[in-house]
């Protein structure tokens, strides 16, 4: 299993261009989010999905659209980058715990490096 | 809503000594999940535990083991013998049955020298 997949890497963006960042993962999870992570703020969450067609917003979603229309992948569109969205960008996957609620272990990618300019 | 504080930004110890990292919690939930997690430098996040709160007794697990204390709201981490290779940043987080988010705490760097 490749387990969570992120790409690219890094990315260098100008001011007001647009642009999206992959994420996949092979391991048939139905809950999936993106973090970014700052210095001394933790990881914080841009937007998560609980299955295939449902996403709902985190903590800090203004500027970012995501769209789940597989359970494999879930992309994080920046709509117009701003340099307050620089920042590392990880995606998670776990079980869903259904209906008893709570999350299970998160998998994480590896992190997209995101810099704009 | 959840909130989860790590008052201790940084620490540095000399390997060997024990190091206890702090994680305090907030929510109005009486059923939730806590964890764990590492960050080397390589930058990955590592799983190292997840914990019912039902479940208070202390886990041990190697040299981690972990303190649960529903009293006072906490789930400190300690480190026994450290080594250089523990150093990395710590993150506890929490999930609230009633909702689907995880909420990180703001990490503490914990530097290990020989």
């Known amino acids: 299993n490749a387990g969570v997949t992120q790409t690219p890497k890094f990315q260098v963006l100008k001011t007001g261009q647009s642009m999206t960042l992959q994420c996949a993962q092979d391991?048939?999870?139905?809950?999936m989010s993106w973090y970014r992570q700052d210095p001394g703020m933790g990881l914080r969450l841009i937007h998560y999905?609980?299955?295939?067609?449902?996403?709902d917003q985190g903590e800090v979603p203004n500027g970012y659209n995501v769209s789940r229309s597989t359970t494999e992948d879930f992309p994080l569109r920046l709509l117009s980058a701003a340099p307050s969205q620089t920042s590392v960008y990880f995606c998670?996957?776990?079980?869903?715990?259904?209906?008893?609620?709570?999350?299970?272990?998160?998998?994480f990618g590896p992190g997209t490096r995101l810099t704009v300019t | 809503a959840q909130k989860v504080t790590q008052a201790q930004t940084e620490i540095s110890v000399v390997e060997k000594e024990d190091v206890t990292l702090d994680c305090v919690y907030e929510?109005?939930?009486?059923?939730?999940?806590l964890f764990w997690y590492k960050q080397p430098p390589s930058g990955e996040l590592v799983f190292l535990i997840r914990?019912?709160?039902?479940?208070?007794q202390n886990e041990i697990s190697g040299r981690y083991s972990w303190n649960f204390q529903k009293s006072t709201s906490s789930f400190n981490f300690t480190i026994t013998a450290s080594q250089v290779v523990d150093s990395a940043v710590y993150f506890c987080?929490?999930?609230?049955?009633?909702?689907?988010?995880?909420?990180f705490g703001e990490g503490t760097q914990l530097t290990v020298n020989p």
């Open positions: 391991m048939n999870h139905e809950y």
């Open positions: 914990r019912n709160s039902f479940d208070e």
């Open positions: 987080a929490l999930s609230e049955t009633s909702g689907s988010r995880l909420t």
């Open positions: 999905s609980v299955g295939a067609g449902i996403t």
């Open positions: 929510t109005r939930d009486t059923t939730y999940y």
């Open positions: 998670a996957s776990s079980y869903s715990a259904g209906l008893a609620g709570g999350l299970y272990e998160q998998y």
